[in-house]
């Protein structure tokens, strides 16, 4: 079995397709998450040291908070904007999904989030390409049977990742778009003005003009609204903050490692590219026990060798 | 999290502000009120810079990869800028309209459009920062109208030469922070040199600085219905960086005098305010009679 072969010839273009996608890519998993990680768990530091801190105001325990929420939001977008070139296509880009990736959509994540609960499971599997492309279901698994793949215990456990990645994936989509949801004004205040709302002379309050206690207030940028955290503590602000940031990362840093996984199996040597084994290439995420040990080892253990064959088109013989 | 999310019969009431703040040159309660906060909004986007100018400086310390905490640093940067550049335009539209609908309205091209504007009309950035000016001093009695002047001369010089560096940062990071803060995609002076490189991305591009990232976009064109992409270096180096950071702090710096000032011009019902510290700029014999008339 030969440890790289030629490349097929069919394969895209280098140019415009392949190296782009790819450096998009790394861009997202290997400086994109790893900025965010960083940017989140020092906002929650620093957030977290501030609601501690006895002569610490108000108004400054809300900044801190509204700044994890900031970060939280940017963690999501990254996500979106990684996975909703394939999740939800909106241009028709023959040169690959790295053309919408660095295309400003406005609504972008919105839509990315706010259509989740109505994803079918074949939409789900397109984040972890167990599917291509939403629109064009061609599941890995089909490609790769017709490329050659007879193994069927191979087969059965890619089978079982898809499942159970896509049933996590559901799942936890409902996090995300919770905290898409209440998270994204709180994250448009702070970036646009820091627009918190001084303790000293605002207040919210119900029809009888009393005072309902908020631990965070802020106006909304661009509508005559303002909207707060209803408490004493901005504890829990800062917690769901958190946890749906690291989520989002960990989104993000699935879809662009999951496709990425093609895109490695290829190494480039000057002008030539050829094909190297496939190490790891059926992408899961799920916690322990959602398929068996012997599927887990499998997928832990999978790589994909290469053989050439040759045709001899004279006569039709191999 | 629990959140009012705007439910009906739930408003924000704003009440103990100073009395003049329904005065036409207050602007609105709202945007006095906005102005209060300025001291907690100073602090936390100092800290915020300075927090990410620490981990920036423990990374390449530890020679670990310095791109995350560049970026995050560049962005913090320009989500500063972005603030000032807000509170001036609201400031110029104080006799016009509700500064604070224009504060919280304003679109990247209107606060693109102020920092290129105001940086080469030192004129209108010092109406707009509501400084005195020989023509509206006009009433005063002298020596105060020489003192005042002389102090109001000294801040525009301070200001625009803040204002001028902070349009150079908003220049080099506001696409930063905008591809940043929307996930997309930067690519890495490495990734694009290569080997294997990012194909036609970077193409055609030097190599002229020591750390940088290639900001990537691409536009619909509808008519033609293609896609059209283009792509720019971004320079991210120590030195830009550096600059940037001063850039940004002193947009923190200069939101904060005009926000405290806006709060002193209403509290005291005055015609203008100069931030306390304005005595140091002038000679002794100004600042006594500033010192005297600080005094009341």
Redesign the interface.
């Known amino acids: 079995m030969a440890e790289r072969i030629p490349a097929p010839a069919d394969l895209g273009d280098l140019k415009t397709f392949i190296l782009p996608s790819r450096a998009c890519l790394l861009s997202v998993r290997d400086l994109l998450c790893v900025a965010r990680r960083g940017a989140l768990e020092d906002s929650v530091r620093a957030a977290r040291r501030i609601a501690r801190t006895a002569s610490a105001s108000h108004d400054q325990r809300s900044a801190a908070a509204l700044e994890v929420l900031w970060e939280a939001v940017a963690c999501l977008e990254l996500a979106a904007n990684a996975a909703a070139p394939w999740v939800d296509p909106q241009l028709p880009s023959p040169n690959g999904a790295w053309v919408e990736m660095t295309h400003y959509d406005p609504g972008r994540a919105n839509r990315f989030y706010e259509s989740s609960h109505k994803w079918g499971d074949e939409r789900f599997a397109v984040l972890s390409t167990h599917r291509f492309r939403h629109g064009d279901e061609r599941s890995m698994l089909e490609l790769m049977r017709v490329e050659g793949l007879t193994n069927e215990r191979m087969a059965a456990a890619f089978g079982e990742a898809e499942a159970a990645t896509t049933r996590f994936l559901r799942e936890r989509f409902e996090t995300l778009a919770t905290a898409w949801k209440r998270m994204r004004a709180y994250a448009a205040a702070f970036e646009h003005g820091l627009l918190v709302v001084a303790s000293a002379v605002g207040a919210i309050v119900d029809e009888d003009d009393n005072v309902i206690p908020h631990a965070m207030a802020v106006w909304e940028t661009r509508k005559n609204a303002s909207r707060g955290h209803i408490g004493d503590s901005v504890d829990d602000a800062i917690a769901a903050a958190e946890q749906a940031g690291e989520l989002a990362i960990d989104l993000a840093h699935h879809v662009a490692d999951a496709r990425l996984r093609i895109v490695e199996a290829l190494e480039f040597d000057g002008n030539d590219v050829y094909l190297r084994p496939w190490e790891h290439p059926f992408p899961y995420w799920f916690r322990r026990g959602s398929v068996s040990e012997e599927t887990l080892d499998l997928l832990e253990r999978a790589r994909i060798a290469w053989v050439t064959v040759e045709v001899d088109e004279g006569n039709g013989t191999t | 999290?629990?959140?009012?999310?705007?439910p009906p019969?739930?408003?924000?009431?704003?009440?103990?502000?100073p009395g003049a703040s329904e005065q036409t040159y207050a602007g609105s309660p709202?945007f006095v009120?906005?102005c209060?906060?300025g001291d907690?909004?100073a602090?936390?986007?100092r800290?915020?810079i300075g927090?990410?100018q620490a981990?920036h400086q423990r990374a390449t310390g530890r020679g670990e990869?310095p791109?995350?905490?560049a970026?995050?640093l560049c962005?913090r940067i320009g989500?500063a800028l972005?603030?000032v550049a807000?509170?001036v335009l609201a400031f110029e539209s104080l006799s016009t309209s509700d500064p604070?609908?224009v504060?919280?309205?304003?679109r990247y091209d209107m606060l693109d459009d102020a920092f290129a504007r105001l940086a080469d009309e030192p004129e209108s950035l010092r109406a707009a920062l509501m400084l005195p000016t020989p023509r509206d001093t006009a009433e005063l009695d002298e020596p105060l109208r020489s003192a005042i002047l002389e102090a109001s001369d000294a801040l525009a010089r301070r200001w625009v030469g803040h204002w001028t560096r902070c349009a150079r940062g908003w220049q080099l990071l506001r696409r930063l922070a905008?591809a940043?803060?929307?996930?997309?995609?930067?690519?890495?002076r490495e990734?694009?040199l290569g080997?294997?490189?990012?194909?036609?991305?970077g193409e055609g591009l030097g190599d002229v600085f020591e750390r940088w990232v290639l900001l990537?976009?691409?536009?619909?064109d509808h008519e033609a219905e293609a896609?059209n992409?283009t792509y720019a270096i971004a320079d991210i180096g120590e030195d830009t960086l550096s600059r940037a950071r001063h850039a940004g702090l002193e947009a923190v710096a200069l939101a904060r005098k005009l926000a405290g000032a806006h709060v002193q011009r209403v509290h005291s019902e005055s015609k203008w305010a100069l931030p306390r510290d304005v005595v140091k700029l002038v000679g002794p014999k100004h600042r006594r009679i500033l010192k005297r008339c600080a005094r009341g």
Do not use: C, W
Request: hydrophobic residues 40%; glycine residues 10%.
């Open positions: 999290m629990a959140t009012s999310e705007r019969g739930r408003v924000l009431r704003i009440s103990g502000l709202q009120a906005y209060l906060g907690v909004r602090k936390q986007r800290d915020a927090r990410a981990a990869d791109y995350p905490t970026l995050i962005q989500v972005e603030d807000r509170l604070f609908d504060l919280r309205n304003a905008k940043l803060r929307h996930g997309s995609p930067l690519l890495s990734l694009v080997p294997p490189g990012a194909g036609a991305l990537v976009g691409s536009e619909v896609l992409t």
